[in-house]
């Protein structure tokens, strides 16, 4: 919206900063952060009142976190999904066909969430949406998305996979791009939502992956740096960094009270929008697989459930302690903050890696 200020500008005075992606970036962060200081606190005295015991906790889970976690509120997601959009639409260019794409895959996913939410802490129940309900809605949602970016996306792309390091390589998918990209966006969505276990474990990594794209997202949307960096040229991408910067300034807005001991718990509302809005993002720039490595610790915890439930039900055994792998190393003995930290330092090497294969080829 802040964009159009540009037409007041002789090309010479302050209006012409918002020409800049990089300074509606830098707006869209503080916009955002500044947002989830502001309401931080009053929607999380709203939600104790409206929830009473706060989200139930899973019997079978580790024990500890009946006692400690029990009664503490969750839909802490509204508070970064208010930040992004808020942050979004102030900031980016709204003639952006890109912006609406990732949005409505964000606010998607987390009317997806926000229900499921809902429903478990209204009957006090862990079992809120049915899962193929849930799994139905998403694969809809993300087939929409993945459709609309095959139509934005050049005519020599559309329809095409991208391979990292090999950059004069095109998979053609013909039709199977459209459920390819499905399964990126649904995956990424439900990914995060399995690693969103422990206080401050699913946000920060979020907030990595979330930069990493927002950056390859801005170099593929500049003709001047694919060419530099030998990499498809999709235009009008870049103003996707400032979604990817509005989510780091909500994100770290979130974590104020998210972290250990959390006040708030994102819930589903939160992970599923920030799941399928990075899985948008990499069907967007054509860096799907490059999401598979940025996003490397959420593939291990999907991974490890799927791992755990295949094995089981064929031997009546299991592979880890407890899935996902995060409850893994609590049966282990690791302190909740050693595997925050220690995931969050996996989830910065693994985002340089991802940054990496803009170079190497």
């Not at 060419?227 to 991408?237: A, F, N, S």
């Amino acid at each position: 919206m802040l964009y159009w200020l540009t037409l007041l500008s002789d090309g010479g005075d302050v209006f012409n900063l918002f020409r800049y992606i990089t300074f509606r970036a830098g707006g869209a962060f503080f916009t955002a952060l500044i947002f989830g200081f502001i309401f931080g606190k009053p929607l999380i005295n709203l939600l104790k009142r409206k929830q009473g015991k706060g989200q139930p906790i899973r019997e079978d889970g580790p024990q500890s976190h009946i006692l400690e976690k029990a009664g503490t509120p969750t839909m802490g997601g509204v508070l970064i999904l208010g930040a992004v959009i808020v942050s979004t639409l102030l900031w980016a260019r709204l003639d952006n066909p890109f912006v609406w794409l990732v949005l409505f895959v964000t606010v998607g996913f987390g009317m997806i969430g926000f229900i499921d939410d809902y429903q478990k802490v209204s009957r006090q129940n862990t079992n809120g949406v049915p899962a193929r309900v849930r799994f139905s809605i998403g694969m809809a949602i993300a087939a929409v998305a993945a459709y609309w970016a095959a139509t934005l996306h050049p005519a020599d792309l559309s329809n095409q996979l991208a391979l990292p390091i090999f950059k004069d390589t095109l998979l053609n998918l013909s039709f199977m791009f459209v459920p390819f990209g499905m399964i990126v966006i649904v995956g990424a969505a439900n990914s995060v939502n399995l690693t969103d276990g422990l206080d401050g474990l699913a946000i920060m990594p979020v907030m990595i992956a979330a930069g990493t794209l927002g950056v390859i997202a801005y170099a593929v949307g500049r003709v001047d740096f694919t060419q530099y960096l030998d990499v498809h040229y999709v235009p009008g991408t870049g103003e996707i960094l400032i979604f990817t910067a509005g989510l780091i300034g909500g994100g770290l807005g979130f974590l104020w009270y998210n972290a250990p001991p959390a006040a708030v718990f994102m819930g589903d509302t939160g992970s599923l929008a920030m799941g399928g809005a990075l899985g948008a993002i990499a069907v967007a720039t054509k860096h799907e697989i490059v999401l598979a490595i940025v996003g490397g610790l959420f593939v291990v915890e999907a991974l490890s459930v799927i791992i755990q439930v295949g094995y089981y039900k064929a031997t009546g055994k299991r592979v880890f302690l407890m899935a996902p792998i995060h409850h893994h190393f609590e049966h282990l003995g690791w302190k909740e903050p050693q595997i925050v930290i220690r995931f969050w330092i996996i989830s910065l090497i693994l985002a340089l890696i991802g940054l990496a294969t803009l170079k190497v080829r």
